[in-house]
């Protein structure tokens, strides 16, 4: 090779270093814009377009459809075993989940949703005073173990590093102005958000129903615990609105609050809403659950509450979160199942 070759060799090694280092600095420049998927922040993803819900493969709902076809109620146990299988939240209460244990609970449940790759919907219910202005699941903790109770929750889905979403206390703000416990409320979920937060959780925030708190009042309290810490709101939990309804309220909420996200529970809303919110007749279920990917705030549809399940001991009713089997059969019936 003679000179004049050396040369031009060397000029094209130094031009494809160049061109090289101007790909890498835009990569890099792009990486630091975009940020790295696995490692963005939980609260600026739809975790629901990302995997499939996951469904407790125990749950009461199952349970209890074998109870029928034990009972010799095979069609009946036919329709609460589609039910089943359609995810729903899973509710953590400190009744059934107390300190100590919750925590072992949460880091065994998302071992197995993270083997499958799938999300779970937590669903956190302790609130001290909490149901008091329904009174039928009136329980909770005491005011000072209420954050170390979420703590054990959190620091369980950071450890195991897994994806999860949490709605935060059903009906705890929408209530509070009836209930007088505003200051208290707004100050123990601001301390539930800052947890959640800090561990990275996807976390929603109850926020009533379209009938109940309007959006004004609703969107100070939110702001006030904090919401634009966390992915956004959800709406119509364990209730029967419609969707129409749910929407409107949910982009006024949204849009008051500078564009934060949704989540809507439509588990029970077929037939919408009466003046009766416990166990009413005449209710159907909802569509099916999924995420929705329309270019809004709203991340998905739900049933958040698993609709076989009591909303207390009314009209002819178990228990507040035990199943009500005729209730659970008519819900589905009503719906054409």
């Not at 953590?92 to 999300?119: K, S, W």
């Not at 949490?166 to 509070?176: F, H, W």
Request: one cysteine or more; charged letters at 25%.
């Amino acid at each position: 090779m003679g000179r004049g070759e050396h040369g031009i060799v060397k000029v094209l090694l130094a031009a494809g270093v160049a061109v090289a280092l101007v790909v890498v600095g835009v990569l890099l420049a792009r990486a630091q814009e975009w940020g790295p998927f696995e490692e963005a922040d939980p609260q600026a993803r739809n975790v629901f377009a990302e995997r499939a819900q996951y469904v407790d493969p125990l749950n009461r709902t199952r349970r209890a459809a074998d109870q029928l076809r034990a009972d010799g109620r095979a069609d009946d146990a036919d329709l609460l075993m589609r039910m089943a299988a359609v995810p729903s939240g899973i509710w953590l209460t400190p009744e059934q989940f107390p300190r100590g244990t919750v925590g072992e609970y949460v880091a065994d449940l998302v071992a197995t949703t993270e083997d499958r790759d799938d999300v779970p919907l937590l669903v956190l219910y302790g609130i001290p005073g909490r149901d008091c202005s329904g009174g039928f699941s009136a329980g909770g903790l005491e005011e000072e173990s209420y954050r170390p109770w979420v703590q054990e929750v959190a620091d369980a889905l950071a450890a195991a590093d897994a994806t999860a979403a949490v709605v935060v206390e059903p009906d705890a703000l929408a209530s509070a102005p009836e209930c007088d416990v505003v200051d208290q409320r707004v100050r123990l979920l601001g301390e539930a958000v800052d947890v959640l937060a800090t561990a990275g959780v996807t976390t929603y925030v109850d926020a009533g129903h379209s009938d109940w708190v309007a959006v004004r009042p609703m969107a100070r309290m939110l702001r006030d615990v904090g919401i634009d810490r966390v992915r956004g709101f959800s709406t119509n939990v364990s209730n029967y609105q419609t969707d129409a309804d749910e929407l409107v309220f949910a982009e006024r909420l949204s849009a008051a609050l500078g564009g934060t996200h949704w989540i809507t529970d439509r588990g029970r809303n077929g037939n919408g809403a009466t003046e009766v919110w416990c166990n009413p007749d005449g209710r159907a279920l909802g569509k099916l659950p999924g995420y929705v990917a329309d270019g809004s705030g709203l991340d998905a549809y739900l049933w958040v509450k698993p609709p076989a399940e009591s909303d207390g001991t009314c009209n002819q009713g178990p228990p507040a979160g035990e199943v009500y089997l005729d209730m659970a059969v008519d819900l589905a019936r009503a719906a054409g199942w």
